[in-house]
């Protein structure tokens, strides 16, 4: 092989991962399957895309080998090919927010509603749970808290918090967490919260944030 052949064929193999992770909604379909596996419908339902268009997408990243699939009855179920996608998606974020600080600022705006959704520190948490002190709810799906979550945490899905909210103790601080910086799902589970009284948080980091961490179950 020619060194000219050579760098084509090396370089051609890197771009071929960038073009798979240059559409935004394919970036979004990475980021819920690094939550859970999913099927294609239930990716068509998550980013607000037909199943046709989720179908090209996914055809996409199974070329660059960033997912893969498996079939169980009547169901095919996408996830990521394996963990270094997740550390390729955290990476390519953290490159972002360093170029782009008008991202930090929209999703203050967005996520922390400009500071009136109160936020608490990592450490603060697993110190209060520890002590006694607070409750840890994930309000992700349920099947992505059965894939992964946070040690001690309790599965209250949103959509279902309301229902379920008479269970929590109102002498205890509850503290909320979804899928990340860039999820809402906690944001709205603190202002439910909030609306019955309770003293209601929310953490930045999910579980892909602290995946290394001893506190992922």
């Known amino acids: 092989m020619e060194p000219r052949d050579f760098k084509d ?27 859970a596996p999913k099927t294609v419908e239930k990716l068509a339902k998550e980013t607000n895309m037909s199943v046709a268009n989720t179908s090209q997408h996914l055809q996409s ?12 009855k009547n169901f ?66 349920e099947e992505e808290y059965d894939t992964q979550h946070i040690l001690g945490a309790v599965s209250i899905p949103l959509h279902e918090l309301e229902n379920r909210i008479s269970s929590l103790p109102q002498d205890k601080k509850i503290i909320a967490y979804c899928r990340g910086p860039y999820c809402l799902f906690a944001t709205q ?17 999910g579980v892909n944030e602290m995946k290394n961490s001893d506190y992922i179950q």
């Open 9 to 35: 064929f090396v370089f051609g193999h890197f771009a071929k991962i960038s073009k798979a992770l240059s559409s935004p909604r394919r970036f979004e379909i990475l980021d819920y399957l690094s939550h």
């Open 61 to 72: 990243l199974l070329e660059a080998k960033l997912v893969k699939f498996t079939k169980e």
């Open 76 to 141: 095919v179920y996408y996830s990521l090919a394996d963990d270094q996608v997740v550390e390729a998606l955290r990476a390519i974020r953290n490159l972002a927010e360093t170029r782009s600080p008008d991202i930090e600022y929209q999703r203050k705006e967005y996520i922390e509603r400009n500071d009136q959704v109160k936020v608490v520190e990592l450490e603060s948490m697993l110190q209060e749970l520890q002590d006694g002190e607070a409750i840890l709810i994930d309000v992700r799906p």
């Open 189 to 205: 589970a603190v202002e439910v919260l909030n609306s019955y009284g309770y003293e209601a948080y929310r953490i930045e980091e």
